[in-house]
């Protein structure tokens, strides 16, 4: 069973608007949400995170929403540029700490067109 | 990806045939991870090392085997390769005091 669901598998958007990554997530033990971007032939780099404990955390152009209730976060990336475009992966953290194992979705590929 | 190195880059494998996988990180962390990334999947983790000399297996270990010999290296053997472990697979480091993972840079395995 899927832990960590990323249903969109593609989103395209126009440079300037805003991008809507989604994720949904099954375990309400998690206590950590990541986002990593992926370009290919590279590995993945982290993007950002948000606790259990918080609904919103911002960086620049990226903000990661946490709505609990719903198990869903979101990923918006504004405004968007062609450089953004990627895949992108949510991850949850199991028992964080010592181990620091993360549970990923399956990934959606971002296209900005110029 | 500084700090985690992974060889080979790419590697052709008929089945059957073993290979080994490595990872070597400079980072002096304690917990590394094999993951493997295939379309559709995201990234499944295989085995993951706590610390030097303890393993433990992650969501899809069966056909691998590990072993973290020391601190730096953490390497990935497949004893008889098959099809389904045509693969990217990507070595990471988990950086204490903070919650993410550091990736490498990945092997990208095909097996005929």
């Known amino acids: 069973d899927q832990q960590v669901k990323q249903n969109s598998p593609s989103l395209s958007v126009q440079e300037g608007r805003i991008s809507i990554l989604n994720c949904d997530y099954t375990n309400s033990m998690f206590d950590y949400f990541l986002w990593y971007k992926k370009y290919p032939a590279e590995g993945p780099t982290f993007l950002i995170s948000?606790?259990?404990?918080?609904d919103k955390n911002e960086d620049g152009r990226f903000t990661v929403f946490l709505n609990k209730s719903a198990k869903h976060l979101s990923l918006h990336i504004v405004p968007s540029q062609p450089g953004d475009s990627a895949v992108y992966f949510c991850a949850a953290s199991v028992g964080s700490g010592n181990t620091g194992k993360l549970i990923f979705g399956q990934g959606t590929t971002l296209q900005v067109k110029p | 990806n500084a700090g985690v190195t992974q060889t080979p880059k790419f590697q052709v494998l008929k089945t059957g045939q073993s290979m080994t996988l490595q990872c070597a990180q400079d980072m002096n962390h304690n917990s590394m991870y094999w993951y493997r990334q295939d379309p559709g999947m995201g990234l499944r983790l295989i085995y993951y090392s706590a610390s030097e000399g303890t393993t433990d297996k992650g969501e899809v270990p069966n056909g691998y085997n590990v072993s973290r010999l020391n601190k730096r290296e953490f390497s990935l053997r497949l004893e008889s390769a098959a099809p389904s472990q045509t693969s990217v697979y990507f070595c990471?480091?988990?950086?204490?005091?903070?919650?993410?993972?550091?990736f490498g840079p990945g092997t990208r395995l095909t097996v005929l």
């Open positions: 948000i606790s259990s404990i918080k």
């Open positions: 990471a480091i988990f950086l204490a005091g903070s919650i993410e993972q550091f």
